[in-house]
């Protein structure tokens, strides 16, 4: 019912191949489905949301490894929305996954294709998310998880939650695109199963975020759909997926696909403003959005089409920009997320103040990862609590008020 299709020279290969990129020429591979097969209409995606609500167009047979991922909220951005003028504005909060991040999505489908590849340990390299949810979904499956992290660069929630969940962690002294180099060897010369999201598996769980999406604006779609961009797994992810289902007629078109980057770790939208047919690495890339601070993206490929395809766009956004956009989702909106999940409300407010983004869109950020993954940043930007000795009076007289007449 589907194979593995390189995106470069079209070669070909079985499902049950463990393989990340084409033999023939390295290109990166899609799961392409045999979709004069599948069956699947609005009338058969009736009730909640969730990942294997949409098994039809995922590339596993067997009983799924899962922790009820997906069927995370959309919120209306009342404030925000009203601030930059648009009135269409929303945020799906992925970070109300089990692990606290999208990621899951990518994870119950590749820790389940693992198994049924017959793989007995699972590994990746990551900024922290990737991580954490392998360590969970590898706990729930009951096999080994290797991680690699850059040392020193990963959010303190992120490497709490590998730990807890029992995986064997590695820190090494390099950046993330050194400990995703070093996996891929590892895993290839040990029979170690790779879930980073070069591995096309992990991709098909996470275009479910784009079905949710039409899914619960009753299958009207949305003008464009903005998310931050690391190794462009997700931006890519979701793209495939709805032109999946536009193709099966469900729906009848695709978003504008926009991708927001850090400045100082921008390959994709440079590529993307510039024209280029290709990224130029980012050697020392550098954000405080540590989840998306790549520099060498690994779908780099696939997201520029899926950018250029669906008329969409990229543009970056400053480490300022992005902790204002934390900040104005935490206080007036009441939405909890980690920096790199902030840029894509960064980017729609830059976006709609450069007038690319026009006022009467309907627009859906993806905000991808939950506050309490990065507790240190926050800590940082927000003024510390005030200690005062335990009476009212100095209660009172931090919060500024005048002594309550009670007390006289
Ligand atoms: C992984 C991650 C990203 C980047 O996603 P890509 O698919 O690598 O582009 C963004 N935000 C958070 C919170 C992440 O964990
Ligand atoms: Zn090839």
């Excluded at 294997?52 to 009983?63: D, F, G, T």
């Excluded at 820790?111 to 998310?129: P, Q, Y």
């Excluded at 790779?194 to 003008?223: A, C, H, M």
């Amino acid at each position: 019912m589907y194979h593995l299709e390189c995106i470069k020279c079209g070669a070909k290969y079985g499902p049950d191949k463990v393989i990340y990129t084409c033999s023939k020429c390295g290109g990166l591979l899609d799961v392409v489905y045999d979709y004069s097969e599948i069956r699947l209409s609005r009338e058969d995606l009736k009730g909640p949301l969730s990942v294997w609500k949409y098994k039809a167009l995922l590339p596993v047979s067997r009983e799924p490894v899962t922790l009820k991922e997906g069927g995370t909220p959309i919120y209306h951005l009342r404030s925000i929305g009203k601030e930059v003028g648009l009135r269409e504005a929303y945020a799906k909060h992925e970070g109300m996954n089990p692990s606290g991040s999208f990621k899951d999505r990518g994870m119950t489908v590749g820790v389940t294709k693992a198994l049924e590849l017959g793989m007995k340990s699972v590994a990746c390299a990551s900024t922290g998310n990737t991580s954490a949810s392998l360590a969970v979904y590898g706990a729930r499956a009951g096999i080994p998880v290797i991680v690699l992290l850059p040392s020193g660069k990963v959010a303190l929630g992120k490497v709490a939650q590998a730990l807890m969940h029992g995986a064997k962690v590695i820190s090494i002294k390099g950046n993330f695109d050194d400990a995703l180099r070093l996996v891929r060897e590892l895993c290839v010369e040990n029979g170690i199963y790779l879930l980073n999201s070069i591995n096309p598996y992990r991709l098909e769980g996470q275009k479910t975020i784009g079905f949710e999406i039409v899914d619960y604006f009753g299958w009207e779609v949305p003008d464009r759909i903005i998310l931050p961009v690391g190794n462009a797994g997700n931006i890519t992810a979701i793209f495939k997926g709805l032109s999946e289902m536009k193709r099966l007629g469900i729906i009848d078109r695709v978003p504008k696909m926009t991708g927001i980057q850090a400045e100082g770790s921008a390959p994709i939208a440079k590529a993307i403003k510039s024209g280029a047919a290709s990224i130029a690495v980012e050697e020392h890339p550098e954000t405080v959005a540590t989840a998306i601070r790549i520099g060498d993206p690994v779908n780099a490929v696939k997201a520029l089409n899926a950018i250029r395809a669906s008329g969409g766009t990229a543009e970056t956004v400053t480490d300022e920009e992005i902790l204002a956009a934390q900040k104005m989702l935490a206080t007036k909106e009441g939405i909890g997320v980690e920096p790199a999940s902030a840029a894509s409300v960064a980017g729609l407010i830059k976006l709609r103040r450069m007038g690319v983004i026009e006022k009467d869109e309907h627009v859906v950020c993806v905000v991808t990862g939950h506050l309490l993954k990065d507790p240190e940043t926050v800590i940082k930007n927000c003024d510390k609590p005030i200690e005062v000795e335990a009476t009212k009076e100095a209660i009172e007289k931090a919060l500024g008020m005048k002594p309550s007449i009670a007390s006289y």
